[in-house]
T-cell receptor, first 113, second 113 residues
Framework: LAKTTQPISMDSYEGQEVNITCSHN???????ITWYQQFPSQGPRFIIQ???TKVTNEVASLFIPADRKSSTLSLPRVSLSDTAVYYC??????????????FGKGTTLSVSS | DTAVSQTPKYLVTQMGNDKSIKCEQN?????MYWYKQDSKKFLKIMFS???????INETVPNRFSPKSPDKAHLNLHINSLELGDSAVYFC????????????FGSGTRLTVV
C-alpha cells in the first residue's frame, strides 16, 4: 500500500477553514484516497473518499489534482468538536479481500476558541 | 443501532490470565478486522477475516487467536496475557471491495497488571 505523508499537527480557531494536505507520490492506478477521523477513546471514523478532482459531502471536501500525488482535506468552519486526529490513507478498491488499512501517524488538529 | 459493537469496553486483568473480546457487526459486511492501538497511538492491523476465512495474520504472537463463527462476528482470544498486551483493540468491518470505507467499533481498552 502506498505510503502517505501528512503534517503531524495543525492548530486552528473556531470558524476557520482548515486544509490538511497529504502526499502519496507512489499512488497506484486502482488506489483511492481515503480520510478518517479519530476522537480520543473512539475508533476511526470514515470521512470521505475520492479518486480524482473534487468530492464533497456534509462533513468535508477532498481535492485531488490530476497527477493524484497529493490530496487536500478541507474542513469548512471548524468547531471545537473537530479537534481530532485525521488520517490520510490510499486504499485499493475492488476485489481486494481483506485488504487492511495501513495507518500512519495522522495529523492532530487542535481547534481553539 | 450500533454498527460495530465490541465487548467489553474496558478490561483489566492480571498477567498470565486468558481473556476474550467479542465483536459483532450488523452492517452486512463480509470482511472483519482486529486492530491494535498502542500507547503511541499507532494503529496496526492484526487479523483480517473474509467470510469466516482468515486472510491476514500479521506478526502477532500465537497467544492471540481470532475466531469467526459467522460473517457478523469476529472474536479475539488472548492467552497468557503480558504487560505489553496493554493497548486499545479495535474491531472493524468492511465490504470486500472496501467501498464506503471501514467501520470501526469503539474499542476495548485492555490493561494488564
Amino acid at each position: 500500500l502506498a505510503k502517505t505523508t501528512q503534517p503531524i499537527s495543525m492548530d486552528s480557531y473556531e470558524g476557520q477553514e482548515v486544509n490538511i494536505t497529504c502526499s502519496h507520490n507512489n499512488i497506484a492506478t486502482n488506489d483511492y484516497i481515503t480520510w478518517y477521523q479519530q476522537f480520543p477513546s473512539q475508533g476511526p471514523r470514515f470521512i470521505i473518499q475520492g479518486y480524482k478532482t473534487k468530492v464533497t459531502n456534509e462533513v468535508a471536501s477532498l481535492f485531488i489534482p490530476a497527477d493524484r500525488k497529493s490530496s487536500t482535506l478541507s474542513l469548512p468552519r471548524v468547531s471545537l468538536s473537530d479537534t481530532a486526529v485525521y488520517y490520510c490513507l490510499v486504499v485499493p478498491l475492488g476485489d481486494q479481500a481483506g485488504t487492511a488499512l495501513i495507518f500512519g501517524k495522522g495529523t492532530t488538529l487542535s481547534v481553539s476558541s | 443501532d450500533t454498527a460495530v459493537s465490541q465487548t467489553p469496553k474496558y478490561l483489566v486483568t492480571q498477567m498470565g490470565n486468558d481473556k476474550s473480546i467479542k465483536c459483532e457487526q450488523n452492517l452486512g459486511h463480509d470482511t472483519m478486522y482486529w486492530y491494535k492501538q498502542d500507547s503511541k497511538k499507532f494503529l496496526k492491523i492484526m487479523f483480517s477475516y473474509n467470510n469466516k476465512e482468515l486472510i491476514i495474520n500479521e506478526t502477532v504472537p500465537n497467544r492471540f487467536s481470532p475466531k469467526s463463527p459467522d460473517k457478523a462476528h469476529l472474536n479475539l482470544h488472548i492467552n497468557s496475557l503480558e504487560l505489553g498486551d496493554s493497548a486499545v483493540y479495535f474491531c472493524a468491518s468492511s465490504h470486500v471491495t472496501g467501498t464506503g470505507g471501514y467501520t470501526f467499533g469503539s474499542g476495548t481498552r485492555l490493561t494488564v497488571v
